[in-house]
């Protein structure tokens, strides 16, 4: 599967609304993302750039912040869409 993200905006609350090819939207919560690791940190410590510093890159095969923290758009399709997750992986994908 090959998705493109077409916008993203974050919110403070560590949750980034996607706008995924073919219009479809989701809302997928990345505060256990940015929990941990240290490739994270800065996000946790300035929340402005976690905000402000989201961008898509790669002609909307990911999104990322500076510090080179990025997340691929499958990755984030089946986070937000776990029964895609199960059919295309099987169950202990989930």
């Not at 599967?1 to 809302?27: K, N």
């Not at 256990?32 to 909307?60: H, I, K, M, W, Y």
């Amino acid at each position: 599967m090959e998705h493109r993200i077409i916008s993203a905006i974050a919110h403070p609350d560590f949750t980034v609304e996607l706008v995924i090819d073919g219009g479809e939207r989701a809302t997928v919560d990345l505060g256990g993302f940015v929990a941990t690791g240290v490739v994270t940190e800065p996000l946790r410590r300035d929340l402005e750039l976690f905000v402000s510093g989201l961008r898509v890159e790669g002609e909307g095969e990911w999104i990322a912040w500076p510090g080179e923290v990025e997340i691929d758009a499958d990755a984030l399709w089946y986070t937000s869409h776990p029964d895609d997750l199960r059919r295309d992986f099987g169950p202990e994908a989930a």
